[in-house]
Nanobody, 122 residues
């Protein structure tokens, strides 16, 4: 079992930055890939970014490439999503999730955080 505790959401103006954190406890964090997803009101939960267990590989949805950076610190059992040049369309609840491999599919992830709200005002 892996427990994921998220922090770092909030309200920011367009063009601003936020960093989300996802702290893990339980089974060894470094065994798992870590994904970030988001869900806007009335929309499906969508893939945003992911990082492999070692941190060597990353993947991003096209809409955030060049603006978001996913990273992890296995010694601290924490993953991060650094978000810059934020846009109003980035407004959503953001979720982190742990899974066995770096994937874009929600069903590939076994453990989920409870989500944190990110609101970008125009």
């Amino acid at each position: 079992q892996v427990r994921l505790v998220q922090s770092g959401g909030g309200l920011v103006q367009a063009g601003g930055s936020l960093r989300l954190s996802c702290a893990a406890s339980g089974r060894t964090f470094s065994f798992y890939a870590l994904g970030w997803f988001r869900q806007a009101p009335g929309k499906e939960r969508e893939f945003v970014a992911a990082i492999s267990w070692s941190g060597a590989d990353t993947d991003y949805v096209d809409s955030v490439k060049g603006r978001f950076t996913v990273s992890r610190d296995n010694a601290q059992s924490t993953a991060y999503l650094q978000m810059s040049s934020l846009k109003p369309e980035d407004t959503a609840v953001y979720y982190c999730a742990a899974g066995k491999s770096l994937e874009r599919l929600r069903r590939s992830y076994d453990y989920w955080g409870r989500g944190t709200q990110v609101t970008v005002s125009s």
